[in-house]
């Protein structure tokens, strides 16, 4: 999947959603297509975690973080969890909410730069990242042709706004390099990276250099000991930022080199499903969004392991309401999060395959 252009990504994504029809016939009579595959428990668990971000959506489709922020990113961040259900904006119990997730976000795009937000929001490069994850998912399966060719000019658009926005050393930052005096920082150019790979796995036209040139810049960022510091200028190593710069690897197809599993062993050291990450530098929702994902691409005992411990850990902190209230951004952000990381195994994201 990582190393395979967009037509082959998209073949096996619609073998995996035309088997999952099968499996949809042959199962009890409402029971999703992945029913079986999850712990019952946990299951439940993140079905009531998508019913509370379905109440929590906004009529104008976007859903956001405390205070009113960062409604781009919440929104495709949260919509992204519900196509982990199985859902489309087609089909499932949440089509409604993702048609709604990305007519919100198309109109977010502008025609002229290629952004998908607004230049208010300070942290925008995160809710641009996002959103080019989301809709390059949902174009995969999107089959009517204005819509269709609605969803490939914004994601075209946003291919070309990043490749602008990417700083002279390679990565991004909060802004554009152009708005934000060329600075970068790791977490971003992590977000940029990721939502480019979707976009070419979904057969968007992304130049090789940009990627090339990112990746780059995370192994200029890295320290001797095998972190991924905040910046090229400094900062010091974060173990959030070194899992996520994993996952972008493992998304370019960088699996077993020996930077990798250095960078590896430093999540190792660091990062515990247990939640008792002292050095994570509080940002634990964001490190095992990423980290998570690499654990299940390596599979195994391994990930059987680490799911086991970290679910546990996830499902005891689960509010009543299905949210979980944690985090200074806010329940939804917290809650998509979780709820992604709870359904990996459904394995209906194609940037998160094995």
């Known amino acids: 999947m990582a190393s395979g252009g967009g037509r082959v990504s998209f073949g096996r994504f619609a073998m995996k959603w035309i088997f999952g029809l099968i499996m949809l016939c042959v199962a009890a009579p409402g029971a999703p297509a992945w029913a079986g595959r999850v712990d019952p428990k946990v299951r439940r668990d993140v079905g009531r975690a998508l019913d509370w971000l379905a109440r929590e959506q906004r009529r104008q489709g976007y859903w956001e973080a405390n205070n009113g922020q960062y409604r781009v990113a919440m929104t495709a961040l949260s919509a992204n969890a519900m196509l982990a259900e199985g859902s489309t904006a087609t089909r499932g119990k949440y089509a409604k909410n993702v048609r709604l997730a990305v007519d919100y976000l198309l109109d977010m795009s502008d025609p002229k730069t290629g952004l998908i937000g607004y230049k208010m929001d300070y942290h925008y490069m995160y809710g641009h990242g996002f959103s080019m994850l989301f809709l390059s998912q949902v174009f995969g399966e999107e089959e009517d042709a204005e819509r269709r060719d609605q969803l490939k000019q914004a994601l075209t658009r946003a291919v070309v706004f990043c490749g602008n926005a990417q700083t002279t050393a390679g990565g991004w930052g909060y802004v554009s390099a152009k708005d934000g005096n060329d600075f970068d920082e790791g977490s971003t150019c992590i977000t940029q990276v990721q939502g480019l790979r979707a976009c070419r796995n979904a057969g968007i036209a992304v130049p090789k250099e940009i990627i090339d040139r990112a990746v780059e810049y995370i192994k200029k960022c890295t320290t001797a000991e095998g972190g991924v510091q905040y ?61 998570a994902q690499v654990i299940y691409r390596i599979g195994g005992n ?34 998509a999060m979780n709820a992604t990381i709870l359904q990996l195994d459904n394995g209906y994201l194609p940037i998160y395959q094995r």
Do not use: M
Request: glycine share 10%.
């Open 302 to 335: 391994e990930w059987k392991t680490y799911f086991e411990t970290i679910s546990k850990n996830i499902l005891h902190k689960q509010s009543a309401d299905g949210s979980w209230k944690e985090g200074h951004i806010g329940p939804v952000y917290t809650t």
């Open 231 to 291: 910046s090229i200028k400094g900062g010091g190593a974060r173990p959030p930022i070194t899992a996520a710069a994993v996952a972008c690897l493992f998304n370019s197809g960088e699996y077993d080199s020996e930077y990798c599993k250095k960078l590896l062993n430093y999540c190792k050291q660091n990062l515990s499903a247990s939640g008792e990450d002292a050095r994570s530098f509080g940002h634990w929702h964001y490190a095992h969004y990423y980290y």
